[in-house]
Structures are given as C-alpha cells and as structure tokens.
C-alpha cells in the first residue's frame, strides 16, 4: 500500500528556513491531494497547508506568510518550506495523503510517520 | 476561523464499556467533519469521515454521528488497543481546524 516518509533536518537555527520531503513510495503522487500538518511537543493537531497534483496549493492564513509547498512528481515527492522560524515552529511534522471523495469528503487516509523539527540555537 | 472544543478532555473508562466523546464547533460545519485516533508516538489514523462513515478497516464498534455543530463518536466496548487521543477536525471552512483532542484512558 502506499506508504509516506518525511525526512529533513531535526535542528533548525531560529530565524532559518525549515525544509522537509516527503517521499511517496508504492503509489502515484498524481490526482490526489498532499498535506502537511504539524503537533507542538504537547499539543494538538495544526494544518499548514495542502498542494493538489496541479500545483495549486492551500495554506493556513496564520503561516501563509512562510510556507511554500511544492511537488516533484519526477521524483514522487512533495516538500515543505517553512521560512524565519523560531522556537513556536518546534513540532512534530507530518505528511499525510489528503483524500477528496465526491461530493464533498476530504480526509487523511495515509501518513507517514512524522518527524521531530526542534528550532534551536 | 472555526473553533472544535472537544469534551471531556479525558475520559476514564474501563475495558468493555461504552466511551462517548463530544465535538462542538464555533459555527456550522455541516457533516464535514472527521476523526482520527492517535497513539503514543504514532501518527493519527483516520477513523470516520464526513461525520459518520467509518474508514477502511475500522470496525463497528466505532461510530459517529451529528451534523452542524454538534458531534458525537462513540465506542461501543472498548477494547485495550482503543485507549488513545481522539482528535475531530472540521473541512468546512478554511482554515481546516482540530479540536484539541479528547484523551480515553482506564
């Protein structure tokens, strides 16, 4: 089935760019939907954004400022950028399959693992 | 953007009982809500989507119900593997939002 891997740098230097990819194996990254999302040490669950095969994208108006998604379909892989971080960016960070079901489901049906992003001097 | 206040934050129950759990939102989300269970160390799982249609290979003794602001997923008997963090999350509005999580634990 297909799985989803983040990998990334887990220490990142405040005011820096956060940059993490997700590979996609055992699957088409074609015709579906590519989210980011991300859980504070602690905390609860927070959407960043999403991309659609198109290229079109959808981010959180709160981060809209510093986070670019992009796609490599060549490569199977969707990334995330995230710019002039401070220690409120640490978190858990995750990739996750975002399904679209007419007429109007959406829904996270495959994640990767999550990795540790701690932004640190 | 819309408020989930999930309640109670936790709830203590024993194996074999019937666990309810509450998900409101600020404002009308229509059914276009989701839950998803997290364990320790592991990424969410899809549970139920669009209020009240189960995953792929959740079994039945989850169930979810409601529409508008108010949302309800039960456990019929839980079971020792369904003693975990359970999150709603709203897809009608954008930002989509997460509750804040309601904890099932013995």
């Known amino acids: 089935q297909v799985q989803l891997q983040e990998s990334g740098p887990g220490l990142v230097k405040p005011s820096e760019t956060l940059s993490l990819t997700c590979t996609v194996s055992?699957?088409?990254?074609?015709?579906?939907?590519w989210s980011w999302i991300r859980q504070p040490p602690g905390k609860g669950l927070e959407w960043i954004g999403f991309i659609y095969d198109t290229g079109n994208t959808n981010y959180n108006p709160s981060l809209k400022r510093r986070v670019t998604i992009s796609l490599d379909t060549s490569k199977n892989q969707f990334s995330l950028k995230l710019t002039s971080v401070t220690a409120a960016d640490t978190a858990v960070y995750y990739c996750?399959?975002?399904?679209?079901?007419?007429?109007?489901?959406?829904?996270?049906?495959?994640w990767g693992q999550g990795t540790t992003v701690t932004v640190s001097s | 953007e819309i408020v989930m206040t999930q309640s109670p934050a936790t709830l203590s129950v024993s194996p074999g009982e019937r666990a309810t759990l509450s998900c409101r939102a600020s404002q009308s989300v229509s059914s276009n809500l989701d839950w998803y269970q997290q364990k320790p160390g592991q990424a969410p799982r899809l549970l139920i989507y669009g209020a009240s249609t189960r995953a792929t290979g959740i079994p039945a003794r989850f169930s979810g119900s409601g529409s508008g602001t108010e949302f309800t997923l039960t456990i019929s008997s839980l079971q020792s593997e369904d003693f975990a963090v359970y999150y709603c999350?709203?897809?009608?509005?954008?930002?989509?939002?997460f509750g804040l999580g309601t904890r099932v634990e013995i």
């Open positions: 999350q709203q897809y009608n509005n954008w930002p989509w939002t």
């Open positions: 055992n699957g088409s990254i074609s015709s579906y939907y």
């Open positions: 996750a399959r975002l399904q679209w079901l007419a007429p109007y489901y959406y829904y996270m049906d495959v």
